[in-house]
């Protein structure tokens, strides 16, 4: 399994309780019904440990199963759509992760 953390700001002008309303109706049941995905959650960031403010507003987990064929999945017309629009809902970072296990 990958786990994809993506870390995000809104864009300006853009306000929180419409993301989350695209979040909630598009982003998360689109990319959830997606084969190669076990899991897609979204975060608001609402501080840091010891209350400082979070550097970002919103963190989403992608767990992937299969990532070639997330690779399939995403590069279709559908999921371009949403991945236009989430582009206009922010500018985020992709970082992709890999769990740190004990050798067998």
Do not use: C, H
């Not at 809104?10 to 997606?34: C, F, I, M, Q, R």
């Not at 507003?57 to 559908?78: K, W």
């Amino acid at each position: 399994m990958t786990r994809i953390i993506v870390l995000l700001n809104l864009k300006p002008g853009k306000s929180a309780a419409d993301y989350e309303k695209w979040a909630l109706t598009t982003d998360l049941p689109t990319v959830n019904a997606l084969d190669s995905v076990d899991s897609f959650t979204v975060f608001q960031a609402t501080g840091v440990l010891g209350g400082s403010t979070s550097p970002y507003q919103y963190i989403e987990v992608i767990d992937v199963a299969d990532m070639d064929l997330f690779g399939t999945e995403t590069g279709t017309d559908a999921m371009g759509r949403v991945a236009a629009e989430f582009q206009e809902w922010a500018d985020p970072i992709f970082i992709v992760t890999r769990k740190v296990e004990a050798a067998a």
